[in-house]
T-cell receptor, first 115, second 113 residues
Framework: QKEVEQNSGPLSVPEGAIASLNCTYS??????FFWYRQYSGKSPELIMF????GDKEDGRFTAQLNKASQYVSLLIRDSQPSDSATYLC???????????????FGQGTILTVHP | DAGITQSPRYKITETGRQVTLMCHQT?????MFWYRQDLGHGLRLIYY???????DKGEVPDGYVVSRSKTENFPLTLESATRSQTSVYFC????????????FGNGTRLTVT
């Protein structure tokens, strides 16, 4: 089992719809969870992070974390063609271990928003 | 300008040559990382460093060497390049606070012929 798993997609949604991206992780003690967006040929850029159970909203983006079920999701409301990119989920390990400080990434989900 | 910079942006080299990719950050972040990104594999960690003179292997360290004599620099060396090391390489850094994000450089596209 991979440490961080994402559906590679592609996920295709119409403009204005809600895009839902999911990520599961294997280490129950994982601390922090990040969503990055990566446009083709560019480096990943941070969208948002979450570390407490529940929802966190930032503009059109909402991150949802459920530690009991070990999944984190990203909702994009009112999707725009400019949201078309690869979305990467990243997870930090439990505090205190030798790998503290590392982020482990999922393979990413390709999102296409069509007009 | 503050940030994290990688050089070169593009590099073509021949099999067997030694290549060094440079990474420099101006935030004084304690952690620095090297990832490679290939189709079908996502971002894979090569090496990381928790502080100057402290480095550790990641998921795919074979064929690579790193050093970190200064906090701000974290060069990655391919001692004898192979075609399988053709990839896009990203350097990243983060502070030591628990929820701090990774900040990525612009990447180096390396082609080994």
């Amino acid at each position: 089992q991979k440490e961080v798993e994402q559906n590679s997609g592609p996920l295709s949604v119409p403009e204005g719809a809600i895009a839902s991206l999911n990520c599961t992780y294997s280490d129950r003690g994982s601390q922090s969870f990040f969503w990055y967006r990566q446009y083709s040929g560019k480096s990943p850029e941070l969208i948002m992070f979450i570390y407490s159970n529940g929802d966190k909203e930032d503009g059109r983006f909402t991150a949802q974390l459920n530690k009991a079920s070990q999944y984190v999701s990203l909702l994009i409301r009112d999707s725009q063609p400019s949201d078309s990119a690869t979305y990467l989920c990243a997870v930090t390990p439990p505090a205190g271990g030798t790998s503290y400080g590392k982020l482990t990434f999922g393979q990413g989900t390709i999102l296409t928003v069509h007009p | 300008d503050a940030g994290i910079t990688q050089s070169p942006r593009y590099k073509i080299t021949e099999t067997g040559r030694q290549v060094t990719l440079m990474c420099h950050q101006t935030w004084s972040h304690s952690y620095m990382f090297w990832y490679r990104q290939d189709l079908g594999h996502g971002l894979r960690l090569i090496y990381y460093s928790a502080a100057a003179d402290i480095t550790d292997k990641g998921e795919v360290p074979d064929g690579y060497v790193v050093s970190r004599s200064k906090t701000e620099n974290f060069p990655l060396t391919l001692e004898s390049a192979t075609r399988s090391q053709t990839s896009v390489y990203f350097c990243a850094s983060r502070s030591g606070t628990p929820n701090s994000p990774l900040h990525f450089g612009n990447g180096t596209r390396l082609t080994v012929t």
